[in-house]
């Protein structure tokens, strides 16, 4: 029931308009239900808005005309929820409508009296307003908080690489360091070996551990370079904000790490190799790999004429005897007699090559 610009309770005792409803205590104040008048021609309530909690709904309606009124039927649509309209009926209350979602809705009903005509239809227009969480300012707050997290998060993985960088940047001028050291002491007993007059065929091993020397070099050199143009970079990367992509030069840095330690052991054991085979001999025996002895020397004997002649070539075929173990002999000694065995025969075997081939044949 209407009267002015009020709404009745269903009890038709208590009202409320939009003077008292705010200040009111009753159904629809405590449910914080709100509109702003009342339409002139079906005293319907106008900017309805109830809260999201308040989406279970039926509307009830009748005729305002007495003659016939058991004549009249009735058709009605929620748009918003309904897609057409219902069935003709003559009931005078729709079907519950149960938890509508937020939005703008708007219900029609029409009625046709014994005149066969259907009437204008009486429009009621409601929002049912989202929860504070789905609302517009909450979604800003959620955005703040997401962005305030990617801020965090980005500002601690910057320091953490940050800090990884330094550690390996460290690590690896400390190991740089170390490799030119070891270069430099290479660099300077093969000056010395080179020098040296103590073996009988100086110049084929000087030769031949010069080659064996310069592929493990050539591999520190180049590993420490690459090194060093990865770390730069690194740090462009770091100041570009690409995290991905300076994990990706961290990883390759750091295999990089270990093939210098692998070329630089290499050359350190070939070092302290020369060095023990170049001292004068003590004449003391020892337990000695003869078939490691042998192969080393005759790499060396190859090597040695290879740097002399560049047209010098040969296929070198071994068979040792793996059960022979080790020999108790000088291996220095062994070492220089093994050598100049392997070179003489080397020498024999090219000389004789040249009487068979012709002239201008090649090797």
């Known amino acids: ?25 009753g159904y629809l104040a405590d449910n914080h239900i709100r509109y702003d008048s009342l339409s002139a021609l079906f005293k319907l309530p106008l900017g309805l808005q109830l809260p999201y909690n308040q989406n279970s709904l039926n509307f009830s309606y009748s005729n305002s005309n007495i003659i016939g009124r058991d004549k009249v039927v009735y ?4 748009e918003g929820d309904d897609k057409n309209w219902s069935d003709i009926t003559d009931k005078t209350i729709t079907k519950n409508y149960y938890n509508l979602s937020p939005g703008q809705y708007t219900f029609k009903v029409r009625s046709k009296g014994m005149n066969d005509i259907w009437g204008i239809a009486a429009e009621l227009h409601f929002t049912i307003l989202p929860p504070w969480w789905q609302t517009w300012w909450a979604y800003i707050l959620y955005a703040l908080i997401f962005s305030g997290a990617v801020w965090f998060i980005g500002l601690y993985r910057s320091r953490w690489l940050k800090e990884e960088n330094r550690v390996l940047e460290d690590k690896v001028s400390l190991r740089t360091a170390q490799l030119k050291q070891t270069i430099e002491e290479l660099k300077g007993t093969q000056s010395q070996l080179v020098q040296s007059e103590k073996m009988a065929s100086l110049g084929e091993l000087t030769a031949g551990i010069a080659h064996e020397i310069q592929n493990p070099l050539n591999f520190v050199n180049n590993f420490s370079e690459v090194n060093s143009e990865l770390i730069t970079e690194m740090n462009q990367e770091i100041d570009n904000g690409n995290f991905e992509e300076v994990k990706n030069i961290a990883k390759d840095i750091s295999e990089n790490e270990q093939k210098i330690i692998f070329h630089g052991k290499r050359a350190d054991a070939i070092v302290k190799g020369m060095l023990q085979h170049s001292r004068s001999s003590n004449g003391v025996k020892e337990l000695t790999n003869i078939n490691a002895l042998a192969d080393e020397y005759l790499r060396l004997a190859y090597h040695g004429l290879r740097a002399k002649d560049k047209s010098f070539n040969a296929t070198m075929k071994t068979d040792f005897d793996e059960n022979i173990g080790n020999v108790n ?7 220089r007699v093994i050598l100049n065995l392997i070179t003489n025969a080397f020498y024999a075997v090219t000389e004789k090559k040249k009487q068979y081939s012709p002239p201008d044949s090649g090797e």
Do not use: F, K
Not at 3 to 8: A, K, P
């Open 329 to 335: 002999i000088v291996s220095q000694d062994m070492g």
């Open 75 to 78: 058709r009605y649509i929620l």
């Open 1 to 25: 029931m209407q009267r002015g610009d009020t709404i009745w309770d269903e009890s038709r005792n208590n009202y409320y308009n939009t003077t008292t409803l705010p200040a009111n205590t």
